[in-house]
């Protein structure tokens, strides 16, 4: 099994590239930002230690650590971020080798992949047998995302400026993706990929098995 991280500036189209990725090939496939939320929820690995951090304030009637209320905490005071980062991301990590292991032992799944725009600056280099980058230049990307979530180019440049550079996503990612262009083309760069690692698509597996 080969697991591989997915990585890319906003609106490069990671979630677009998974999406195939998810309906031709056996593969499972983690968001970490998702993974971050489970966590966090109660009875997850960093639950409470969250709240004894941030205190019991910080949880709704029902329990669960309300995001509105984290974020306003951590966001105005960086040391407290920091702790909070030294919590979840440790459990975010044990949480996708756990599930590695498990894929690993079913033996059911060839790919394994984890997708966030942080991987390279979580420490996931160490982790993956390959790094790719979902990569489409910056025109392209500021003109997704004032279609697809309304942003304004004041804010697409913050988040720009908070992201890695195209150069240094590059020189950590040992694959890259074009996607700045006919998806198609995507598609075709995925599958060669793949085939170079002796996954097949699940139509050719299914052809080769009858």
């Known amino acids: 099994m080969y697991f591989i991280g997915i990585t890319g500036g906003i609106g490069a189209g990671k979630s677009e590239v998974l999406n195939y990725i998810r309906n031709h090939y056996s593969c499972e496939i983690y968001l970490a930002d998702e ?4 966590v966090k929820e109660p009875g997850g690995p960093a639950y409470e230690e969250l709240v004894r951090l941030l205190g019991q304030d910080v949880t709704g009637e029902d329990g669960i650590i309300d995001r509105g209320k984290m974020a306003e905490k ?4 960086s040391a407290l971020l920091e702790q909070v980062n030294q919590i979840i991301h440790p459990a975010v990590k044990a949480y996708l080798l756990e599930h590695l292991r498990r894929a690993e032992e079913a033996g059911e799944t060839e790919l394994f992949f984890v997708e966030a725009a942080l991987l390279i600056e979580g420490g996931y280099l160490a982790l993956v047998d390959e790094m790719w980058y979902i990569y489409a230049n910056e025109a392209v990307r500021r003109k997704r995302l004032r279609e697809s979530r309304g942003y304004d180019d004041e ?56």
């Open 35 to 38: 993974v971050a939320h489970q």
């Open 74 to 77: 951590i966001f105005a005071d």
């Open 155 to 210: 804010k697409i440049s913050r988040i720009f400026a908070s992201q890695l550079t195209e150069e240094g996503f590059r020189e950590s990612c040992g694959f890259v993706i074009d996607n700045g262009g006919d998806f198609q083309e995507s598609c075709r760069q995925i599958d060669r990929r793949l085939a170079e690692l002796g996954c097949l698509k699940i139509s050719t597996r299914k052809r080769e098995e009858k």
